[in-house]
Antibody
Framework: EVQLVESGGGLVQPGGSLRLSCAAS????????MSWVRQAPGKGLEWVAN????????NYVDSVKGRFTISRDNAKNSLYLQMNSLRAEDTAVYFC????????WGQGALVTVSS | DAVLTQSPLSSPVTLGQPASISCRSS???????????LSWLQQRPGQPPRCLIY???KRFSGVPDRFSGSGAGTDFTLKISRVEAEDVGIYYC?????????FGGGTRVEIK
């Protein structure tokens, strides 16, 4: 059974940093593109970033370029999202999801940016 | 960016009756490799999204056959042949042909 478990969410002040992790099991993690997708409270879904299986290609939505960094450790079956210079509008539940087609999702981690 | 427009915004349906959701893209979703990376996701209340359909019409593992997808190019449809109580939630189309990946605004399916 494929499982994706996010961690690292919490409350952070504007301008602060946070690192999210996604632990994967039940899949050959190193074979798949992986994505981060977020959902602001009561809103729809927004793709944030994705990363190629070997980590050699990374893509980002314009609103997070230069502030967020996606990375992975295939030896640890883990995906990461380093978030810097956080803004109030980054407040959301952040999901990790497998593959280009986003076929498996974690339960999400809530990030709240507020003073 | 490929803008996905869903309709209707809300769909009240009687149990056992069909439901249909439309998704229109601002540009063709046919990839240079010939595939069309248009998916449908279901989000039940309080749950993460779940993949129902990928590449227009392929049902994902474990998805009941009352869900079906169709379409081509810029116009796509998700159909539920007979709505059940567990189908209540918000349905999103999503494209992965172009960067950035984008989602439709969502369609709420509720029981009358």
């Amino acid at each position: 059974e494929v499982q994706l478990v996010e961690s690292g969410g919490g409350l952070v002040q504007p301008g602060g940093s946070l690192r999210l992790s996604c632990a994967a099991s039940g899949l050959t993690f190193s074979s798949y593109w992986m994505s981060w997708v977020r959902q602001a409270p009561g809103k729809g879904l927004e793709w944030v970033a994705n990363i190629k299986p070997d980590g050699s290609e990374k893509n980002y939505v314009d609103s997070v370029k230069g502030r967020f960094t996606i990375s992975r450790d295939n030896a640890k079956n883990s995906l990461y999202l380093q978030m810097n210079s956080l803004r109030a509008e980054d407040t959301a539940v952040y999901f990790c999801a497998r593959a280009i087609r986003l076929d498996y999702w974690g339960q999400g981690a809530l990030v709240t940016v507020s003073s | 960016d490929a803008v996905l427009t869903q309709s209707p915004l809300s769909s009240p349906v009687t149990l056992g009756q069909p439901a249909s959701i439309s998704c229109r893209s601002s540009q063709s979703l046919v990839h240079s490799d010939g595939n069309t990376y248009l998916s449908w996701l279901q989000q039940r209340p309080g749950q993460p999204p779940r993949c129902l359909i990928y590449e227009i019409s392929k049902r994902f593992s474990g998805v009941p056959d009352r869900f079906s997808g169709s379409g081509a190019g810029t116009d796509f449809t998700l159909k539920i042949s007979r709505v059940e109580a567990e189908d209540v939630g918000i349905y999103y189309c999503m494209q992965a042909t172009h960067l950035p990946l984008t989602f439709g605004g969502g369609t709420r399916v509720e029981i009358k």
